[in-house]
Nanobody
Framework: QVHLAESGGDSVQLGGSLRLSCVVT????????LAWFRQTPEKDREGVAA???????VYGNSVKGRFTISTDFAKATLYLEMSRLEPEDTGVYYC?????????????????????WGQGTRVTVSS
């Protein structure tokens, strides 16, 4: 059984930085997709960044150059480093996971491609 638990959400000022963490258990190190999504009441769940077990990484257009996704399997943790934060980055951030045993150069940023979800952590960016 895959289980995910996010942490690190906080309130920050415009231009600030934040690191989100997601502890992941039950996922095979040899085949996985991991991703970060965010959601606000006004928008559908939006793909932020995704990483695959074969080294593929994809970012949403609005966060390219500002956010970095990474994994540390020794700590069973997925990270999202966020910098130059903007009010538009405000939302509840979710980590998501799926088993994947084929090569994935471009891991998907579609929420329907993931079956396992964390409970979310809130990020608020104020101007």
């Amino acid at each position: 059984q895959v289980h995910l638990a996010e942490s690190g959400g906080d309130s920050v000022q415009l231009g600030g930085s934040l690191r989100l963490s997601c502890v992941v258990t039950g996922l095979s190190r040899s085949g996985y997709l991991l991703a970060w999504f965010r959601q606000t009441p006004e928008k559908d769940r939006e793909g932020v960044a995704a990483i695959s077990g074969t080294g593929g990484i994809v970012y949403g257009n609005s966060v390219k150059g500002r956010f970095t996704i990474s994994t540390d399997f020794a700590k069973a943790t997925l990270y999202l480093e966020m910098s130059r934060l903007e009010p538009e980055d405000t939302g509840v951030y979710y980590c998501a996971a799926e088993h994947s045993y084929g090569p994935s150069i471009y891991p998907p940023l579609r929420p329907d491609k993931y079956n396992y979800w964390g409970q979310g952590t809130r990020v608020t960016v104020s101007s």
